[in-house]
């Protein structure tokens, strides 16, 4: 069973599962969870908690004799494991076997980052998942966006404006523990309901968080608008435009050979293998590869060089400059009038 964090604790009044998988980006809504499972979980006598960190050097012993303890004891117990990124043959025959242990009287919860397809239809957690409940704790879409920040201001007692909503989601696009911050401070303030963009203006501290990796995934779906307010708040963090670069490049990499591919008549599938592209990007690539023809790409790789120039110049600003052109360039496959270059 998958359950999403805005209907968790609706879900748990039903009564405890066996086992809960709480995996995601997003440290605001594991911690959540986490912390709601086990006030649920105390309150049903389960008293004594183990959490364990599964890296090189754990006794996995330990783990085994806190889920065998209660026999001895009596006591209900809930044993946390969290998971490394990376699970080998080793961690998944272990997590099997505790799998195997679990009874009325022992709640599991496994708790990590993201899964990718291949973990998420492995044996372990297949196993798990039919007797258990999924929690994907992940940063919400752009467009769901706005629905959990309006239910966050309710769950401090606040109304908001759509618009004010709006204007929280994008100062803090990406820092979700931020923008919960921000608004329970604001019930301190007791301001005027409903909340006003004014109001927020004249209140809170932007602190947008992005990562590169959320500045690609915008720029292959073609949302060159997001991907520039992306783009400032990188600068702002501190950023160098060198790593953006890098990241850009590789990006770009891919992004011709896949398209050569495509005038050649090639399957994309082996390439993508080869590639090492995970399954849950390659819908994203293909509808990129559709959007910009080959041309563009070319264009692309001539702002990619006047980017490495400036670098190799330490100019900043144009450095900055060529990053947003290139951003608007992945709007679509209209050529774009290329800015005059800096001179030397």
Sequence with gaps: MRIYPEQFADHLKAGLRPCYL????????????????????????????????????????????????????????????????????????????????????????????????????????????????????????????????????????????????????????????????????????????????????????????FTPFQLIDCLLEGKVNRAQRILLALRAEGTEPGMLAWTLCRELEQLTELSLAMRAGQPLGEHFSRLRIWQSRQQLIQQALIRLPFAKLQQLWQLMTRLDDAQRRFDTEQAWLMLQTMALGFRDGTLLPLPETSPC
């Excluded at 076997?97 to 297949?126: C, Y």
């Design 22 to 209: 709480v995996f995601g980006d997003e440290p605001l809504l594991k911690q959540e969870a986490i912390d709601v499972i086990r006030q649920v979980a105390r309150k049903q006598g389960f008293d004594e908690r183990h959490s364990f960190v599964v890296e090189p050097g754990l006794d996995w012993n330990q783990v085994y004799d806190a889920c065998q303890a209660l026999s001895l004891f009596s006591t209900r117990q809930l044993i946390e494991l969290e998971l490394p990124a990376k699970l080998d043959k080793d961690i998944a025959a272990r997590i099997t076997e505790i799998g195997k242990q679990l009874h009325p009287d022992l709640l599991l919860v496994l708790s990590g980052g993201r899964l990718n397809q291949t973990q998420m239809k492995s044996a372990w957690f297949d196993k798990l998942y039919q007797i258990g409940t999924h929690v994907p704790v992940n940063h919400p879409e752009p467009r769901f966006f706005p629905r959990w920040m309006g239910a966050r201001f309710q769950r401090f007692g606040l109304k908001a404006m759509p618009d004010a909503v709006n204007f929280m989601c994008h100062a803090y696009e990406g820092n979700l523990l931020a923008a919960s911050q921000e608004i329970e401070k604001l019930t301190l303030l007791s301001p005027p309901q409903p909340i006003t963009v004014a109001y927020l203006q004249e209140t809170i501290i932007r602190h947008a968080h």
